[in-house]
Nanobody, 121 residues
Framework: QVQLVESGGGLVQPGGSLRLSCAASGSIFSLNAMGWYRQAPGKQRELVAV???????TYADAVKGRFTISRDYAKNTVYLQMNDLKLQDTAVYYC???????????????WGQGTQVTVSS
């Protein structure tokens, strides 16, 4: 039973901070990357941040300087520290694990259920 479990979403005022967590659990032999995507109402899902095993990171331009991604490789857990949140950051945030090897099967992408982040005054 392989799954990604997300936590940390909620309601926050503009300028506030949240930290999202996502743990991949189950009989996972390996995975190549973990990251975060988000989808706002009426908008396509977009990349927020991804960290590969080499620690190479990719950030969306909209979050550079405000969001920081980190990983605990031993626990297959990824975090997203979100600072100086803006109204435009309101979205459902989805955890993503890439190239997940389970037995003889490799999943290109394994997704969490999503966690709501709402930035409002």
């Amino acid at each position: 039973q392989v799954q990604l479990v997300e936590s940390g979403g909620g309601l926050v005022q503009p300028g506030g901070s949240l930290r999202l967590s996502c743990a991949a659990s189950g009989s996972i032999f390996s995975l190549n990357a973990m990251g975060w995507y988000r989808q706002a109402p009426g908008k396509q899902r977009e990349l927020v941040a991804v960290m590969w095993r080499s620690d190479w990171t990719t950030y969306a331009d909209a979050v550079k300087g405000r969001f920081t991604i980190s990983r605990d490789y031993a626990k297959n857990t990824v975090y997203l520290q979100m600072n100086d949140l803006k109204l435009q950051d309101t979205a459902v945030y989805y955890c993503d694990a890439k190239n997940v090897v389970v037995g003889t099967t490799t999943y290109a992408d394994l997704w969490g259920q999503g966690t709501q982040v709402t930035v409002s005054s």
